[in-house]
């Protein structure tokens, strides 16, 4: 089926050129820098900032999905549990299911994997800085299994996730063990020098 057969898709607040940060707001703004595909948004940099015009905001919610819409990599991260007042900015789509058979943690990760990844890159617009349009999107085919299923492809999945964590934790401290090695090995080898040549004037 069609993605606009089960679900609405609307744009990002629409700010005209940088969003003004306004610290104490209580108006927090997502933008692009603040999401990506491994940790969805990252709470911690997400700025507070003040709205202007007459757009009724169009407040996020646990379940909606923010869909990068302009750059070269274009991805979904879902918006799970939080407890602020939150709009994003006009470079996302928001994706909200209407279809109770389809959980969005499914249709984020569906929406991420190569067969949708390679329609994407094949439906972008733009030379520089590349874009999708929605029509694109909400063209875009989608197939909903049972909810057994779905809950089975997110447990595989996060699992997978964890193991890729794990791996690239321990390639990184393989990486630091070598690192000190190579460091100690060196300081030990310029100390030695450094005894010979003090040796060669005594």
């Not at 940060?21 to 507070?48: C, F, T």
Request: charged share 25%.
């Amino acid at each position: 089926m069609k993605l606009a057969d089960i679900v609405t898709v609307s744009s990002g607040h629409p700010f005209r050129g940088k969003i003004p940060e306004k610290p104490g707001s209580g108006i927090y703004a997502v933008q692009m820098k603040d999401v990506s595909p491994e940790d969805s948004v990252n709470w911690d940099n997400v700025i507070e900032t003040e709205l202007s015009g007459k757009k009724q905001p169009d407040w996020l919610a646990p379940g909606d999905i923010l869909f990068v819409a302009r750059g070269s990599y274009n991805y979904a991260v879902l918006i799970e549990e939080m407890d602020k007042q939150v709009i994003c900015a006009p470079h996302f789509y928001i994706l909200r299911a209407t279809d109770p058979s389809l959980l969005p943690a499914f249709l984020v990760w569906q929406l991420n994997q190569r067969p949708l990844r390679k329609y994407f890159d094949s439906a972008a617009e733009g030379s520089l800085t590349k874009s999708i349009r929605r029509s694109i999107l909400e063209q875009a085919e989608i197939v909903v299994p049972p909810l057994e299923k779905q809950h089975k492809i997110l447990g595989l999945h996060k699992a997978i996730q964890q193991e890729k964590k794990l791996y690239a934790e321990l390639i990184s401290n393989a990486d630091k063990l070598m690192h000190t090695l190579a460091r100690d090995m060196m300081a030990g080898k310029t100390l030695e020098t450094a005894n010979m040549h003090r040796e060669s004037k005594s």
